[in-house]
């Protein structure tokens, strides 16, 4: 069985459901460390790891996919900029993260969760 702890900069995640809470328009890195058991996760250049939001799990389309490639250790950044956001309306929606081994291997170490795109108070 393998894993990973997510650690997310300038937003809020609630342990140990890892429901993501972003207010729109902010700009943040969420960073996951991968472990098998207590082993740290080895990828290779070609291993792709993809975080991927949709309205609900029957979506077809994705409404924020970002892809990461050439990672270096156990550790997989994902940059959300401001513009990745700004076009999301307010709400609830499902998150997952995969892993998708150059082998042709899929693994799924978060399952759908809840990502919650939040209005703000402040005009800029």
């Not at 995640?13 to 890892?18: A, C």
């Not at 970002?66 to 998150?95: H, S």
């Amino acid at each position: 069985s393998g894993g990973c702890d997510g650690e997310l900069e300038m937003i809020n995640i609630k342990q140990p459901s890892n429901i993501i809470q972003i207010s729109r328009g902010d700009a943040v890195t969420i960073s996951f460390e991968f472990f098998s058991g207590e082993t740290p996760i080895t990828f290779t250049p070609q291993d792709e790891v993809i975080f991927s939001v949709k309205k609900d799990l029957r979506s077809r389309d994705t409404v924020l996919e970002k892809r990461v490639t050439a990672i270096e250790g156990n550790v997989v950044e994902f940059a959300i900029t401001t513009a990745d956001l700004i076009g999301i309306p307010f709400g609830e929606y499902k998150y997952d993260v995969r892993i998708k081994y150059s082998d042709g291997r899929l693994y799924t170490p978060i399952l759908p969760t809840i990502f919650q795109v939040l209005e703000v108070v402040g005009n800029g």
